[in-house]
C-alpha cells in the first residue's frame, strides 16, 4: 500500500468552515498529489507537490490550499468550505525517479452540508 | 489537458467469462504512460496494468491484458476468467511524462460487475 495514510477519513462539516485533511508517506518519496473523485469526472488532480515547500496547481484548485513542510506530510485545506466541496479525496504518491506509477491512500470522504 | 474517454459506463459478465472495457485518449506527444486502476467497493484504488507507449508488445498481467493501439490512441483492457472479486469501478488514465508535473488524467470509469 506505499505507506499512504489520510485522515480523517470520513468529515461532515458545514458551509464556510475550514477544513484540513492529512496525507502522510512513510517512504520519503518526493512527489505527492491531491485528487478529488466525483461521479462522472473520474480523479481530478487538485494540487501536487514536488518537494518540501515546492506546491503547484492542477486543474481544479480553486478553492483548495496546499502546504508541504516536511517530506512526509502533504495538508489539504479547503479555506471556505461549499457544497461543491463535497466529494472523495484522494492523496497519491509517486514512485519517480525511474518509475512513473503513482499509488493512492485509502481516500477521505468529505461532506458539506 | 488530456482527455480520456471511457464509452462504457457499466459492463456486467459472468463469471468466468472475458470481458473488455475501452479507452481512448487524446493527446499530441509522442511519449506518454497510460494505466488502468481498479477501484473495488473498498474505495482503494489500485493500480493493474501500465503501457509506456514507446513498447509495442501490450502489458500483461495475470488474467489481465490491453491492447494497445498507438495510432487509433485506444487502451482497452481484457479481463480473462472474471472472478466474482473482479466487481469494481475501473479506470483508464494518462500520464505525460514530459510534463513537470507527471499528474494522471482519468477517464469516467466503468462499473464492470461480475456476476456467479
Known amino acids: 500500500d506505499a505507506g499512504i495514510t489520510q485522515s480523517p477519513r470520513h468529515k461532515v462539516t458545514e458551509t464556510g468552515t475550514p477544513v484540513t485533511l492529512r496525507c502522510h508517506q512513510t517512504?520519503?518519496?518526493?512527489?505527492m498529489y491531491w485528487y478529488r473523485q466525483d461521479p462522472g469526472h473520474g480523479l481530478r488532480l487538485i494540487h501536487y507537490?514536488?518537494?518540501?515547500?515546492?506546491?503547484d496547481k492542477g486543474e481544479v484548485s480553486d478553492g483548495y490550499s496546499v502546504s508541504r513542510s516536511k517530506t512526509e506530510d502533504f495538508l489539504l485545506t479547503l479555506e471556505s468550505a461549499t457544497s461543491s466541496q463535497t466529494s472523495v479525496y484522494f492523496c497519491?504518491?509517486?514512485?519517480?525517479?525511474?518509475?512513473?506509477?503513482?499509488?493512492f491512500g485509502p481516500g477521505t470522504r468529505l461532506t458539506v452540508t | 489537458a488530456q482527455t480520456v474517454t471511457q464509452s462504457q459506463p457499466e459492463m456486467s459478465v459472468q463469471e468466468a467469462e472475458t470481458v473488455t472495457l475501452s479507452c481512448t485518449y487524446d493527446?499530441?506527444?509522442?511519449?506518454?504512460?497510460l494505466f488502468w486502476y481498479k477501484q473495488p467497493p473498498s474505495r482503494q484504488m489500485i493500480l493493474v496494468i501500465r503501457?509506456?507507449?514507446?513498447?509495442?508488445q501490450n502489458a500483461t498481467e495475470n488474467r489481465f491484458s490491453v491492447n494497445f493501439q498507438k495510432a487509433a490512441k485506444s487502451f482497452s483492457l481484457k479481463i480473462s476468467d472474471s472472478q466474482l472479486g473482479d466487481t469494481a469501478m475501473y479506470f483508464c488514465?494518462?500520464?505525460?511524462?514530459?510534463?513537470?508535473?507527471?499528474?494522471?488524467?482519468f477517464g469516467a470509469g466503468t462499473t464492470v460487475t461480475v456476476r456467479a
Open positions: 517512504e520519503n518519496h518526493r512527489y
Open positions: 497519491a504518491i509517486s514512485l519517480l525517479p525511474g518509475n512513473y506509477e503513482q499509488y
Open positions: 503501457q509506456e507507449a514507446y513498447k509495442q
Open positions: 493527446t499530441s506527444e509522442n511519449n506518454y504512460y
Open positions: 507537490s514536488y518537494g518540501v515547500k515546492d506546491t
Open positions: 488514465a494518462f500520464m505525460n511524462y514530459r510534463s513537470n508535473d507527471y499528474k494522471l488524467s
